[in-house]
């Protein structure tokens, strides 16, 4: 099954494996895309029998799908060091392969996360200049573009002043690219806003990021506190990996929690239904405003390609949530983009912080 030739196609390469809810979802998802977005084309990995059947079910598909035989899966009890050794049959690495060799713009995968980045790391390789990759995620706030972006919230637990550094650069790329912010505020996320509270690391990235902010075009709002990640003083929170993934567990379980209380709420009594039933219409659209299916897809960063990360337990509505980000990002030509912010600031590998534009 080969892809239609078309000028402005977008080719995604799917890991159609891997995910709590199978292929069947996966599938799902990228049709659901297919309908809305014609110039999306995909390359999808798998076992060849399981994903054409699937696909062949799918008329939005038609002509638009290019299958990757892969007879392993990555799977969420997998040790990424053991992937690595043994994981070249996978679809998860297949699917890495096909940004590698230029086949397509952005890698969309709902894998585990750890093996996802590791084997990234090894295929796709670093930027240079960059120690340690992030995975930054878009999260629900009051900001005119109804987002902020968080990173790093799980690649690495470690992170120094220069590593935060170069994640508040990245997330200024990503920004501008992804959301259309054209002058980002960049925040490091603390335990408090006065300068001299926090960790030596969070103290000295406060220095190198306030240094570099003029030249890189973007403000510098300081540090920010847990409260402002939903918020609006700043468009980027910069924080390291240990941090960032459990105020990112938090925020789903929260979520949750908000969409069972209200139902609760309103299944109280006979008033509060009928309540319920007058209040449909708003309750519909906070229900989608914090639906973190609708916002699923971290994107990894520092990398010499784009991978979206979905989440493992996405469905349909999740795969393409995350299609419609890696669309975005392809549109963008975001890769380059964040190349070109990290080559700019080549200071940041040595004692210096002034960066050369």
């Excluded at 690495?156 to 650069?169: E, F, P, S």
């Excluded at 540090?223 to 929170?237: L, Q």
Aim: glycine share 10%; charged share 25%; hydrophobic share 40%.
């Amino acid at each position: 099954m080969s892809l239609e030739r078309s000028e402005n196609r977008t080719v995604l390469s799917i890991d159609a494996m891997g995910g709590d809810l199978g292929p069947a979802a996966v599938v799902a998802g990228i049709s659901s895309s297919a309908k809305i977005n014609p110039d999306l084309h995909f390359i999808l990995h798998g076992p060849e029998a399981e994903l054409r059947r699937l696909v062949n079910r799918r008329r939005a598909l038609a002509g638009r799908v290019e299958i990757r035989d892969a007879t392993d899966v990555v799977t969420m009890d997998d040790k990424p060091s053991q992937v690595l050794r043994t994981g070249r049959n996978t679809s998860m690495w297949s699917a890495l392969e096909a940004v590698r060799a230029g086949e397509a713009e952005v890698c969309v995968s709902c894998g585990n996360t750890g093996a996802l980045m590791a084997m990234s790391m090894i295929r796709l390789r670093k930027l240079e200049g960059v120690n340690r990759p992030a995975i930054a995620v878009l999260w629900p706030s009051q900001n005119p573009a109804g987002f902020n972006i968080m990173l790093d919230v799980g690649a690495d637990v470690r992170a120094d002043a220069r590593d935060l550094c170069q994640y508040a650069l990245m997330g200024v790329s990503y920004a501008r690219n992804g959301l259309d912010i054209k002058y980002p505020r960049v925040g490091v996320l603390n335990v408090g806003t006065e300068e001299h509270k926090g960790r030596a690391e969070l103290k000295e990235a406060h220095t190198l990021i306030a240094s570099l902010a003029d030249d890189a075009n973007f403000e510098f709002v300081g540090f920010v506190e847990g409260g402002d990640i939903p918020g609006t003083k700043c468009d980027v929170i910069v924080t390291d990996g240990f941090t960032g993934n459990i105020a990112l567990k938090t925020g789903e379980g929260t979520a949750n929690l908000i969409g069972t209380l209200l139902r609760e709420a309103f299944a109280y009594t006979p008033l509060s239904r009928l309540a319920s039933l007058l209040a449909l219409t708003s309750m519909r659209r906070l229900k989608k405003r914090i639906d973190p299916r609708r916002v699923n897809g971290g994107v990894f960063l520092g990398l010499n390609g784009t991978v979206v990360k979905s989440h493992g337990s996405a469905d349909a509505t999740g795969i393409s949530a995350a299609i419609k980000l890696a669309f975005q990002l392809a549109q963008s030509d975001f890769s380059k983009k964040v190349a070109a912010r990290v080559a700019s600031t080549p200071t940041l590998a040595q004692d210096e912080t002034k960066p050369s534009e």
